[in-house]
């Protein structure tokens, strides 16, 4: 089961409705995840736990993990395509199928 770390300026109310999304669609697309919501500051002590990041504000650090950034969850912009590149990203890695 892949593991995703979504992240918003207060770890609230933007990360809650994009992982609301997230979650959606991967359970259109049959993949198993596990969502988790924080703030950038709390990003460092957990992302050697997940396998990919969406940020819906800018995290300028390198973390070892991938980061999509996930402003069209705001914007509504682009949304569709974000998230095909997430389900994209789950399915390559063979562990969300």
Known sequence: MMKVL?????GGITSA???KE????????GISIT??????????SR?????LIVSTTVLE???GV??????????KIGKDK??????DYLKKTNKGV
């Open 22 to 29: 997230i979650q959606e669609e991967a359970k259109r697309n």
């Open 17 to 19: 409705i994009a992982e």
């Open 6 to 10: 979504v992240v918003c300026g207060t």
């Open 61 to 63: 650090d390198d973390y």
């Open 66 to 75: 991938p980061i999509i950034n996930g402003l069209p969850f705001i914007t």
């Open 82 to 87: 974000v998230l095909s590149e997430i389900m």
């Open 47 to 51: 992302a050697s736990d997940v396998d």
């Open 35 to 44: 969502t988790y919501r924080c703030t950038p500051l709390e990003v460092n």
